[in-house]
């Protein structure tokens, strides 16, 4: 820890899960290194409320590192807190179901009104983790299901990346993408595809595998430098459109960007000319229409708790994903709600097909 210049006393905000599987150990390393340690349960949501509670009990107990441990939320709303107290940051995903932990950016939910559950926008920090700590034995303790929405969340990085790159649109730091970043978005998209079906086997009998671990890195450190250095587009403006829908609610961020990245390659093939250049794109679609079946991750409307004959939603959806500050808007290609609702329906329409031709 000395080496990248921490010091106690820590104050953690952890999620439920990790405290009840990690607070024995977590007690046992700080005893030995001689620091303080105070651990904070975190509420739930990444919203403002609870990163100023946060920010409160860390400047109440004299805390000189502020550490998150848990999930994507946890992880962004002590990342913002410790931005606000402008202390170091420790991200310690426990476990793999976004690309939060190496980024410096929280996504900020909204946690009271009629809005609640629903993304009220990015917060990007000054500066990156300090440090950010995986261990692949305790990602395997964690239910399949996350690792699953963390391959969700990673297989929309390239796409997202490349939409914005040929837009020329800025990163999530303001700045160009470069074509570092292109190629580990290209990287992590092709180690999912390869090794996605088998580390979710691993995950399944708590193994810790060479295509798990080549998986939680893809999901972990390939996704999050390449989303943050070469920018995000359609997929996760979908996903910002799905959260206000309150059945979506109870979906991982990853499921959803799954679905928003199957309608993300709709609104490509839509734009492309030609027969040739249309049919390319929705092979692509359809390999990951299919990948994503196989993973276990939604492709319809109807397992993202919508129902497909209402307008109304899917409008709704829509209307949120295209809003002006939204990364929709970095993809090479003008895009209205009018196209995303027309994307939204071809997305449903080839995951029910796909779905309905697996052996089940
Ligand atoms: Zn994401």
Redesign the pocket.
Known sequence: MQAVGLEGPVLMAAGNAAIASLAPAWAKSFAEAGWMHRVLAFGGESSRREIAAIAAEASASGARTIVGAGGGKTLDAARAAAAACRLPFVSCPTVCS???PTSALSVIYADEGPGRGSVEGYEIHRRSPDLVLVDTRVIAESPPRFLAAGIG?AL?TYYEARAAAAAGAANMRGGRSTLAALELARLCRDVVFEHGAAALAACRHRVVDDPFERVVEAATLLSGLG?ESAGLAAA?AV?NGLTAIPTTHGLL??EK?AFGTLVHLMLEAQQSTGKAARADAEAEAQRVAEFLVGVGLPVTLGELGIDAADAHAIAAVAERATAPDETIHAMPFPVDAAGVVTAIVAADAMGRATRGNQPS
């Open positions: 976004t690309d939060a969340d929309s989303f996760h996903h961020h990853g960007v």
